[in-house]
């Protein structure tokens, strides 16, 4: 965000100001206050003309520039009404060079999910992709799709949501029994690199948020079917907010998915290209990768693949 917008959103935060008291404060022309207090006012941003000067309203817009105002965590927001995909459209920003940027956006009209399946991404959602550029081995990527993870069941929580975690990539409300439960969240990550060091990964979002449970594919759910709409604006903030905490202290990525997890204690089946798994999924590597138990008492370490939830035996 331009940071005189920036500066000017602040003080009205404070309260309403008079545009010379703007432009005295911030030693700009009275016409560039007009000038930026209208290009907020574009932004979504609802700022009112009052005989004492401008009063900043409730902050209700989904905008890059109001999504960015508050966020505290080093992103730009790309923000789309609409677009094919967030994650071609954060690729394309990754090739150009771009690092810390969230391609945001209100619906996708070609959103996908895991082995190219399609993924509903109506309006209402919390469709987003973030660029960065970790210094890391590939080998540690998988670490920031579970910091991603934890990122949107915390944010799902302080909506009022009682969400977990399913392995790999799934945040769930769980149901009555191990094997039933509504699909709330994915996440889809991307990445380019090297052997031995990543150059750019996009883990991409996608959060069904304030969108009507007909709307979605069977056994999905959303935040408005569960507790209600969400201020989407404070939940993408939030969500950032987390995933760059998580991002900043990788240790503490595990610990805090061992305990948002509805998967690890559970009797799963995990479909590989080379065969299934089943037994108990007892714990997460370091890197990501589920622990099962077989029945003949065999640890096997999965990297990836498609995990369900079985009844008990």
Not at 120 to 134: H, K, L, N, Q, Y
Not at 271 to 283: I, K
Request: charged fraction near 30%.
């Amino acid at each position: 965000m331009n940071e005189t917008r920036r500066a000017i959103l602040e003080e009205l935060s404070d309260g309403p100001a008079s545009g010379p008291e703007l432009a005295d404060s911030l030693s700009v022309s009275r016409a560039a206050i007009w000038k930026h207090v209208e290009e907020l006012r574009d932004a979504g941003f609802d700022i009112e003309s009052e005989p004492t000067g401008y009063r900043l309203e409730e902050i209700s817009a989904y905008s890059g520039p109001a999504v960015e105002f508050g966020l505290e965590a080093p992103f730009e927001v790309d923000y789309h009404d609409s677009v094919g995909s967030t994650n071609d459209r954060a690729r394309e920003l990754a090739t150009e060079g771009a690092e810390d940027v969230v391609v945001l956006a209100d619906e996708q009209t070609g959103g996908r999910g895991r082995l190219e399946r399609a993924w509903a991404a109506p309006p209402g959602g919390v469709w987003a992709s973030v660029v960065i550029r970790p210094s890391i081995t590939p080998a540690r990527a998988p670490l920031y799709t579970l910091a991603a993870a934890v990122a949107i069941a915390r944010a799902v929580r302080e909506a009022g949501v009682d969400a977990g975690i399913k392995w790999p990539n799934d945040v769930i409300v769980p149901g009555d029994e191990p094997s039933e439960y509504r699909k709330l969240a994915g996440i889809l990550t991307e990445m380019e690199g090297e052997t031995d060091r990543i150059s750019w990964l996009v883990p991409g979002i996608g959060v069904n948020a304030n969108i009507d449970a007909d709307d979605l594919p069977d056994g999905a759910t959303s935040i408005r079917a569960e507790a209600g709409d969400v201020d989407r604006r404070r939940f993408v903030q939030r969500l950032l907010e987390e995933f760059d905490r998580y991002r900043n202290d990788l240790e503490a990525i595990v610990p805090a998915w061992r305990e948002l997890s509805v998967t690890l204690g559970q009797r799963v089946r995990v479909d590989r290209p080379d065969g299934e798994v089943v037994g108990e999924a007892v714990d997460v590597t370091e890197s990501g990768a589920l622990v099962v138990e077989t029945d003949d008492g065999e640890r096997t370490s999965v990297t990836a693949g498609d995990c369900e939830h079985l009844r008990p035996v």
